[in-house]
């Protein structure tokens, strides 16, 4: 068994009108599925991924209306790192960010840093492994789009436990500086860790919640098999209507999911209906009326793109 790299990411956003503006005005990716969170049916769960919500390029947001800022710490990841093609595409973003009030952007050689308007941090690195997993928008040349994860950098609070467990359970591959790669069959993706900071963590807008790696449906039950074996207390796997998970935390506090690729966004409707209506799983559709007049109203970011 093999882990497919970085599957999602999941944050929590206190704005949601906000998060949608920035991650697909901004970044350019597209909304895929406006859900709720499924252990509170009362707040939004909203899904930004590539053209047809690929695992690999999904990121999502709790939201918490009015939440303050957080703040990564111990046990959290603290930057979602994202490919691109090239140097060229490094220019475009760093132009297309520096015209922000709040993106704070640092540029290294041919990476770049930046923050979204609640402070989660990103960046960006030139890749061409693994096919392009990249949204369609018209300010932003195809060539210079988001091509899905390259990986995550974390803060553990017991380095050297979370190493032994990605290497001797997981399966990865130890790079060097504290990087380690996850590559299965058809992607991969590295997991980061960095020292831990001295103020503690916070959760709250713009801190992640958890990550998640991927496999196949095939693999799945699998996983959970092999973790209890192995002495790790789960989840157990958990219907998440798009696909299923299994969640565990790690010992440096690294809240970790594994995600599996199926049946995906298109579950609901076609790939052309994605993001434009909410979406609730089964178990919540008699309740629609009451979630949904809990909801903030948010509008299709697509809509009026033809006559545009």
Do not use: C
Not at 14 to 35: E, H, M
Not at 260 to 279: C, H, N, Q, S, Y
């Amino acid at each position: 068994m093999r882990l497919e790299g970085i599957h999602h990411v999941t944050a929590i956003t206190g704005n949601a009108p906000a998060n949608v503006a920035f991650y697909t005005g901004v970044l350019g990716l597209r909304l895929v599925a406006k859900s709720v969170n499924q252990d509170d049916p009362t707040v939004y769960h909203l899904f930004y991924s590539d053209e047809v919500g690929s695992a690999g390029a999904d990121i999502t947001f709790f939201e918490y209306p009015g939440a303050p800022p957080g703040r990564a710490g111990g046990g959290m990841v603290h930057r979602v790192v994202w490919r691109v093609a090239s140097p060229a595409a490094i220019d475009f973003w760093e132009d297309r960010l520096s015209a922000l009030d709040d993106a704070h952007v640092i540029r290294a050689g041919d990476a770049l840093q930046f923050s979204d308007p609640e402070g989660l941090r990103h960046e960006l690195v030139v890749s061409d492994r693994d096919g392009t997993l990249s949204a369609r928008h018209p300010e932003i040349p195809a060539e210079h789009a988001l091509r899905g994860f390259d990986g995550v950098r974390m803060y553990t609070l017991r380095p050297d436990h979370s190493a032994r467990m990605l290497v001797e359970l997981m399966g990865a591959a130890e790079l060097g500086d504290g990087v380690f790669e996850l590559r299965g069959e058809r992607r991969g993706g590295t997991i980061a860790f960095d020292p831990v900071p001295e103020k503690r963590g916070l959760q709250g807008g713009g801190t992640v919640h958890h990550v998640a790696l991927g496999t196949t449906a095939e693999q799945h039950p699998e996983w959970e098999r092999w973790l209890r074996a192995s002495g790790v207390q789960t989840s157990g796997i958990v219907d998440r209507h798009y696909f299923h998970s299994i969640y565990y935390r790690e010992p440096g506090g690294i809240l970790y999911e594994i995600a599996d690729d199926a049946p995906g966004f298109t579950v609901d409707g076609t790939v052309e209906e994605l993001g434009t209506k909410i979406i609730l799983p089964p178990w919540y559709e008699p309740q629609r009326e009451q979630i949904e007049a809990q909801l903030t109203p948010l509008p299709d970011p697509r809509a009026g793109w033809a006559s545009a």
